[in-house]
Structures are given as structure tokens and as C-alpha cells.
């Protein structure tokens, strides 16, 4: 029903009342003074069970995300299992309780409600988000998902054939040669990381429900989740529902998790070329070891990288592209996670100025390494602050960051801390972790383009031992 | 609390009362509040209020889009979006970007085939620099404009196309539909981001004509939503955009007709493992009758693991990889679209069969009840996800400006979900019998090239 009372619509008159006086552009206006950063609220509660739930009520929008987190991910996949937790999470909705596949895409899909089941790096989860009036219709089918997957025979062999050509299809992608390759070289067949978190053709042929199984029940165990919810609601009407749903949800068998091998930077600098005869553009990556995310580094990295590749006006973006013209965009990010994960500068470039740029790459990382002038990291500081509320407008924005506080162990103040712990970083800081983190003489160069085109001047830019790779070297032999 | 006021969605049923059997509950309208003037240099501006966070987004959409282009100069419309970042009358280039990053701001635009869009996020105690620096480039933007800045963005240009068309696996096929679907004198025939010949052709003076053509404010229109006072608002953009020049209004578009007779057959290769099938037809225009009841049909043939295609080609038989369909909807023309790979081994002739079988059984026998309510409530929810965010593409107030600019009415919301709650399911079988015949379409296959 049409609500008409709460609808505010006023049209007003056109026409402003007199005509303007230029306004002085000579200056660009100054900020008023900041608005406080409104933190959500979070209500932290046990479900009957031990299963902690943390609840945010957010009245914007009628509806709820909830997520179930799972304290496991691909980085705990056993080796000779490089693959297993992603494969088992693309089976949880495959077949759950009394319900089939079918009828749990149906019974989703009819209301409305997106429900996902992923395993990334250090979390696994099931993450719904519905209409809030369907909510109690949703968290059943939820619930089964979560804790009473089937893995069938049959629809496991189809996800199986599905991530083969996957895999497969990897190969057409040059970002995706580029992102896998680097990893592999960086941190070798034997660290997890070093591998797609989906895994090999190798792996994914051997699976079985056993092994699906096996992880996920070392995996899914109250003690090793927490239940988010954000949304439309009070916590005094959804906990009730979440215990129906999760409250009686007891974990069987052990849990084993997989502990990471520390990974070491390269001793020198290493380039490594793929060949994709025909490429117009070539797809460049460089980069190390970065920083786990509980480093106390995490501040200083962060301005560090916006400067150096984190913003449109960072270094890398601002040479490569807008005075060079040789890319849409370059950038640099460190993937911080519970282990140290990479740090990478990244762009894809025109072929014929591959190794121009390759050049220009060289030049920033060495800048880096320099003072920072004040104004520069003043802007770099305030674009990470000040636009820090953004971080919490939607339910989906909430839930990351609450996610994010529970896996990396956040402390309770870190939001509320944030803006400060980020204004405080200094030059020196910032070029402490870039000469810790940013060794252009240390660092993997991988180039994925037209070979015939671009390794003779790359070659002859001398930058490190060359070795050239084949996309089976990168992909292991086609499924 | 001031947040509740700010977007007035109308509250759904508490949880407890929807334990019933079933979902469909009585319809409830969608409401987005505004108000609304217009400068007297024609600028037409809309302010929405939501205190939620305290972030403020500066939406401007420009009427006009690739359709305007002219023969030999495809992909300028946005190429000259990107010159609109590089500085104006009171902005050295560089600053637009380093003075907003300096106050917490984000910023980005994009071009499609009949509008320009471009928006700035920032922290609401920063409205008055955004608003500066729109309004700079609206009226200032050729003061500081020149050819080696025309040269730069060329080149980034023409690198954005590399990535997106080029060098993306499939990437050239989207380029080939548009001119087997359109006549060549129909502005939906070339590409939005251009052919490479005429990017390398455009000119400075191209810009100057450009611009002073279709960027004046009685061709735009202004979203201002967040954090915001209105009456405070309100004298802020009287006091930035209150010294640009009126201009003229572009002279109206004559569009030529495009019908297809019969099927438009073409094979072209990429450096991709798998061939892939293209299938594609024109279709009614945005808001159009035909548009919603197609939206429900590619519901009904590719959406989720029960629709007809899905559940046939990747789930019971097995030979695709994926299978989707949409109905791309625009302001003088849409085009209904059936994508499917097949899985190594298969053929796109095999998915062919297949697919053409599924629609002449959804033309002959209109779809059940359930899958029609499916498609409905799935459109029902995205309704709400698009009001979460105030900013951005597809932000609240990118969406005020998408109704405005083409309905008239930025609040165009509920009207909108009517459109799909108002559907039969002969409505969609009627659909599916008169706008997707298999004699007269297009039919794309990528073969992988050979080695």
C-alpha cells in the first residue's frame, strides 16, 4: 500500500530569485567543520549453543544481511588439497538437509534473497541478504545450508566438470595469467598461497564427497564462527530466530587447521615473461612479500600505498597514465591477510610501450623510497580518514567491516580509532615501510604479452635474470 | 532519529508477520523524497536529504551520449568525459582530482549511448568544493582545455579500449552485435567507446564544438543527496552555477529505423579456448510496453538454476558452461541478448537447438504462475539493495537523475515496479511470440582461432 503521509515530495517554484554575482573562483572553498563519524552500535550475544552473534540495527533500508563466518579458508586446505575448501563451499548450497539443489535455488530465488556460500583466503561463509519481511522465510533454507550439507554424488561431478572449464577459461584472461603466475613465482608450488585458491586441475579431479566432508567438518564448528546480522530489525526480535535457526547446531569430529609455512622475499630481482602472441596490451605485475594484517605496519603501509598506488592521483596512476598515456590505470596494493600476502604494482599497458613502462614502474618504486613532501602525504592521510564513514553506509559495507574486526582480531576501539591511528602517520613512517616493503632490487616482474613484440627492448633494459614461462608452466597441463 | 525521515522506503511488514506460507505479501510502494528547482540558466537541480552517513554525492547527468556522435568521430562523447577531469577556467590540471582526495573525495564518470554521467562523493562538510569544482567545468571547461590535453586522454583512451575490447576474452563481440543489429546511420550501430581510427581523428576543435553544443546547463541536470540542508544546499548551487552561461538546447535527434528482417549470421574468431553463441534482437525501447514483461522473460530463460535454459543446458545436460539473458534496455532502442558456451566438446549448434526449442515453448505456452513470481520478487528486492547507497553509480541520487532525465519524474520508483507487479504471465508469453522470433535476429559465434 502506497504510504502518502510519510512521502515528502516538494516541488518548488523554478527560478532562483536574482540574478547571480560571479561567485570569486580564485580559491577553492574550504571544508566546514567535520561531521562526526557515526559508528554503528554492535550488540555482541551467545546463541544457547556458545555461537556468538553480533547485531547492528540499521533502519535505512527494509532489509537484513546475515552472514554465518567460519574461521577457516582456503589457507588452511591441507597439501596435495590445494582446492578443497573453495569446492566444498560451491557445494553447500548443491544439496542441504531434505532439500535438493533445485529446490534450494527456488526456494531463494522466490523470495527475493541472495544466498551465497564462498571460501576465501582466511574465512569461509554463507551470506544472505533478503527483504527483511522474508527474513524468517529465508533463515531456514539459511540454516540448512550452513549446517547440514549433503554433498551428492552427482551434483559434485557437474561442479567438478564447471570448475575444470573454469580453470580452463582462465587461460583466455591476461589479468588472471598475470595474478596467478605472479603468486606461483613469488611463493612456489609449496606455500598455499602460491596456487588459486580454487586450486589445480590435478586437485580438482581427485575430490571426493569424503574429502568435502573432511574440511568441512573441521571447519564448520560453533566454536570456530560468529553469526553477523545487519539490518532492519531489533535484536530482540531476531535472536529468537537465529537460535531456532543456529542455536542447536553442534559440531561433530575434530577440528585440524593448517598451518602457513613463513614465505621469504626473492634474494634479487627476478623478471619472468608469458607469452600471449597477438596481445595489444601486456599485463605487468611487480611486487614482493608484503605485511600480514596484524602488522603494526598496517597505518603507515596504507598511506604509503595510497601515495604510491592506492588513489587516481598516487604516483603510478598519475605517470603511467596521465602523463604517459600508456595504461587505463596503474596501481599498487598490498593483500593483507592472516599470513604475510603479496604486495603488488600492477597495470596493463600498450604493447609496443612495454618496456617504457616497465621503466617508469622502476622509477616510482625507487621514488618511494625517498622522502614524501608534506602535501602529498596530508592528501594521502586525508583521502583514507575522511572519507572513512562511507566505510559503514550500506548493511553489505557493515557486515565487511565486522567480518574484518572478528578475523583479523580487530580491537574494540580500531573504528573508533581509525581517522586517528591514519593522521598520525608521519613521513618517516612512511618511508620506514617503503624501504621495507618496497626493495625494487628484490621484487618478481611478471609481463604477460606479445613476446615477439616486447622482449628484445625488455631484455635490453637489463633488469634481472629473464626466465620465460608457458601458460602450462602457470596453469599446470590443460584440463 | 533524522536518518528515518531521510529515505522513506516504506517499512515492510515486521519479521514476525512474514511466517506465513506464502511470501507474496499486498504491494508496497517505494518512495524516494526530493525537491526540486530550476536556475535561471536553465540547470534543473533535485536535492535529496539522507542523514544516514555523513556524505554528501554530487550527481550531474549531461543529455547527451554516444548517439550523438558524428560519422568518423565514434567513441568522442566519451572521450570527452575524460577531458572533463583535466581542469578548467579556475582548475590547473591535476588539482580537479587532488583537491577532491585532499577532502576525503571520490569521483568517476561514465558514457553510455544516450547520456554522460558523472558524480563526486565527499564528506558533507565538503559540498561546497564539489560544487565549485562541477560548476567550474560546466562553465569554464575550454578556458584551460587544449590540444595536448585532447592528445593525452587519447592515448588512455585508446589503452581503456585495449583492455575492455581487445584484450578482454570475447571482448570484440559485444562491438560486432551493435553493427549487426543497427544500420550503419543508426547511432547504436558503433561502439560507445569508439572505433580506433576515429579516436585517433578527433580534434580540439571537435571539443570546442562539442562542449558549447550539448554542455550547457538546460542540457543537464544536477542530483545533490546525502548529508545535506536543503535551504543550505540550495544556496550553494545558486552561488557556483549561478554564473554559467545558458546555452542553447541541441537540435532533436532524427533516428532511423531499425527492423531486422531476417537473420544476421556471422563467425568471427578470438584468442579464447571455447567458442561461444551470441544471439540478439531489437527490442522496445526503455519503459516501453515489451520492456518489463522481457526483463521477466530472461528471468524466466537464464535466471538462477530452475530457469528453462539454465536448468537444461549447464544443469541436467551438461553442455554449457553458462547460459545468460538480459534485455539491455536504452532510450531509442533495446536489444534482448542469449549468451551461452558451450563445455569442451560441445557445440554452440547443440546450445542452438536447445535455446531455440525454450523459446518457441515460451512463446506458444505462456510461463507458470511461480516462475513469474519469482522474477517479480527477485526485481522486488533489487528495488531495495539500489536504495542503500546514496552515491556512486546507481546510488539513490544516480537514480533520481536516470527517472528525471527520462520520465520526467525523479521519483519515479514505484511507478517503476509497476511496471513488473502489473505483468500476467501472457503478458511475458505475448513478449517472448512477438519480440524474439528466430527468423529475424542475430546470430554471433566466436570460434576460438586456430593456432
Known amino acids: 500500500m502506497r504510504t502518502p503521509l510519510i512521502v515528502l515530495v516538494v516541488a518548488l517554484a523554478g527560478g ?14 574550504q571544508p566546514g567543520p567535520p561531521a562526526p ?26 532489509v537484513a544481511q546475515v552472514n554465518l563466518v567460519v574461521f577457516s579458508g582456503t589457507a588452511n586446505d591441507p597439501p596435495g588439497k590445494y582446492g578443497v575448501a573453495s569446492f566444498m563451499a560451491a557445494m553447500l548450497e548443491e544439496g542441504a538437509g531434505s532439500r535438493s539443489a533445485l529446490e534450494i535455488a527456488d526456494a531463494v530465488d522466490f523470495l527475493g534473497a541472495d544466498l551465497g556460500a564462498a571460501s576465501t583466503i582466511d574465512v569461509s561463509a554463507v551470506r544472505l541478504h533478503v527483504p527483511v519481511a522474508r527474513l524468517a522465510d529465508a533463515l531456514p533454507i539459511m540454516g540448512d545450508v550452513a ?12 561442479q567438478r566438470q564447471q570448475r575444470l572449464t573454469s580453470l580452463l577459461q582462465g587461460r583466455d584472461d591476461p589479468p588472471t595469467i598475470a595474478a596467478v603466475a605472479f603468486s606461483r613465482v613469488l611463493y612456489g608450488k609449496g606455500h598455499r598461497y602460491g596456487t588459486p585458491q580454487m586450486g589445480t586441475a590435478e586437485t580438482i579431479k581427485t575430490f571426493t564427497s569424503d574429502d568435502l566432508r573432511g574440511y568441512y567438518t573441521s571447519a564448520f564448528r560453533p566454536e570456530n564462527a560468529t553469526l553477523l546480522a545487519v539490518g532492519d530489525f531489533s535484536a530482540a526480535t531476531v535472536v529468537p530466530l537465529f537460535e531456532k535457526t543456529f542455536g542447536a547446531w553442534k559440531a561433530s569430529g575434530s577440528a585440524a587447521p593448517e598451518k602457513l609455512p613463513a614465505a621469504e622475499p626473492p634474494a634479487k630481482r627476478q623478471i619472468y615473461l608469458v607469452d600471449k602472441p597477438g596481445a595489444p596490451q601486456s599485463q605487468i605485475r611487480i611486487g614482493s612479500i608484503g605485511a600480514p594484517r596484524a602488522t603494526p605496519d598496517y597505518f603507515p603501509i596504507t598511506v604509503m600505498n595510497t601515495i604510491l598506488g592506492g588513489s587516481f592521483s598516487s604516483r603510478l596512476n598519475n605517470n603511467l597514465r596521465e602523463v604517459h598515456g600508456y595504461t587505463y590505470g596503474a596501481s599498487s596494493s598490498f593483500d593483507m591477510r592472516l599470513g604475510a600476502g603479496p604486495f603488488a604494482a600492477a597495470a596493463g599497458v600498450q604493447t609496443d610501450k612495454t618496456a617504457e613502462a616497465l621503466t617508469e614502474f622502476f622509477n616510482e618504486l625507487n621514488g618511494i623510497l625517498k622522502p614524501v613532501p608534506a602535501e602529498e602525504l596530508a ?10 564513514p562511507s566505510a559503514f553506509e550500506a548493511t553489505g559495507d557493515i557486515s565487511r567491516r565486522l567480518e574484518d574486526a572478528l578475523v583479523y582480531h580487530l ?21 620506514r615501510v617503503a624501504r621495507t616493503y618496497v626493495q ?3 621484487v618478481v616482474v611478471m609481463v604477460v604479452g606479445d613476446l615477439k613484440t616486447i622482449e628484445p627492448k625488455i631484455r635490453a633494459l637489463n633488469l634481472g635474470t629473464i626466465t620465460t614461462l608457458t601458460i602450462d608452466d602457470v596453469f599446470g597441463p590443460k584440463p | 532519529m533524522r536518518c528515518a525521515a531521510a529515505l522513506l522506503v516504506a517499512a515492510l511488514a515486521a519479521p514476525a508477520a512474514a511466517q506465513t506460507a506464502q511470501p507474496a505479501a499486498p504491494p508496497r510502494a517505494i518512495h524516494v523524497p526530493y525537491t526540486q528547482f530550476t536556475l535561471p540558466n536553465g540547470l534543473r537541480v533535485i536535492l535529496h536529504e539522507d542523514h544516514s552517513v555523513p556524505m554528501v554525492t554530487v550527481n550531474m547527468w549531461y543529455h547527451v551520449g554516444s548517439a550523438r556522435e558524428k560519422e568518423k568521430r565514434t567513441g568522442f562523447a566519451h572521450l570527452f568525459e575524460h577531458l572533463m577531469f583535466m581542469g578548467s577556467g579556475h582548475v590547473k590540471p591535476g588539482e580537479f582530482d587532488e583537491w577532491l582526495e585532499a577532502a576525503g573525495g571520490d569521483n568517476n564518470g561514465s558514457t553510455e549511448t544516450d547520456r554522460t554521467n558523472y558524480w563526486i562523493n565527499v564528506p558533507s562538510n565538503s559540498l561546497e568544493l564539489a560544487l565549485f569544482l562541477e560548476s567550474d567545468r560546466m562553465g569554464y571547461l575550454l578556458d584551460t582545455m587544449t590540444p595536448k590535453t585532447v592528445d593525452a586522454q587519447r592515448d588512455v583512451v585508446k589503452n581503456e579500449r585495449r583492455q575492455s575490447v581487445e584484450n578482454r576474452p570475447y571482448g570484440t563481440a559485444e562491438v560486432v552485435i551493435g553493427e549487426l543489429l543497427y544500420p550503419p546511420a543508426h547511432p547504436y550501430h558503433w561502439p560507445v567507446i569508439g572505433y580506433m581510427d576515429d579516436l585517433t581523428a578527433a580534434s580540439y576543435d571537435d571539443v570546442v564544438a562539442f562542449f558549447k553544443k550539448f554542455y550547457a546547463p538546460s542540457n543537464a541536470s544536477l542530483v545533490v543527496g546525502g548529508d545535506l540542508q536543503p535551504a543550505a544546499a540550495r544556496r550553494l548551487i545558486e552561488k557556483w552555477f549561478g554564473d554559467v552561461k545558458p546555452g542553447a538546447a541541441p537540435e532533436p535527434m532524427t533516428i532511423p529505423a531499425a527492423a531486422l528482417t531476417g537473420v544476421q549470421k556471422k563467425t568471427i574468431t578470438d584468442r579464447v579456448q571455447l567458442p561461444r553463441l551470441y544471439l540478439a534482437w531489437i527490442t522496445p525501447r526503455h519503459f516501453q510496453p515489451g520492456d518489463a514483461a522481457l526483463d521477466v522473460v530472461a528471468d524466466v530463460l537464464a535466471g538462477g538454476k530452475n530457469s528453462r535454459l539454465y536448468k537444461r543446458l549447464v544443469y541436467d545436460m551438461q553442455i554449457a558452461q553458462e547460459v545468460n539473458a538480459f534485455q539491455a534496455s536504452a532510450q531509442l532502442s533495446s536489444s534482448f541478448q542469449i549468451v551461452a558456451t558451450p563445455r569442451p566438446g560441445h557445440t554452440v549448434a547443440e546450445l542452438q537447438r536447445v535455446i531455440d526449442e525454450e523459446i518457441q515453448k515460451l ?6 504462475a511461480h516462475e513469474l513470481e519469482r522474477a517479480v520478487n527477485q526485481i522486488e528486492s533489487s528495488f531495495y539493495n539500489r536504495m542503500e547507497r546514496v552515491g556512486g553509480f546507481g546510488g539513490v541520487a544516480d537514480q533520481l537523475n536516470a527517472y528525471y532525465t527520462y520520465k520526467g519524474d525523479p521519483d519515479w520508483f514505484d511507478e517503476d515496479l509497476s511496471r513488473y507487479r502489473a505483468l500476467s504471465v501472457d503478458d511475458v508469453r505475448a513478449a517472448a511470440a512477438q519480440f524474439l522470433p528466430l527468423g529475424a535476429r542475430v546470430e554471433l559465434t566466436v570460434e576460438p582461432e586456430k593456432k
Open chain 1, 411 to 431: 580491537p574494540d576501539d580500531y573504528f573508533a580509532r581509525y581517522v586517528q591511528n591514519i593522521q598520525a602517520v608521519t613521513a618517516a613512517d612512511v618511508q
Open chain 1, 379 to 388: 592528501r594521502a592521510k586525508n583521502y583514507v580518514a575522511l572519507r572513512y
Open chain 1, 37 to 62: 563519524l557515526k559508528l554503528p552500535s554492535i550488540q555482541k550475544q551467545k546463541l544457547a549453543n556458545g555461537l556468538p552473534v553480533w547485531i547492528v540495527e540499521d533502519h535505512k533500508v527494509p
Open chain 2, 363 to 368: 512463446q506458444r505456452e505462456a510461463p507458470s
Open chain 1, 440 to 442: 625494487p632490487d628484490r
Open chain 1, 16 to 29: 532562483a530569485l536574482a540574478a547571480q554575482q560571479a561567485p570569486d573562483r580564485t580559491h577553492p572553498p
Open chain 1, 147 to 158: 549446517l547440514r550439507p549433503t554433498f551428492p554424488r552427482d551434483e559434485l561431478d557437474r
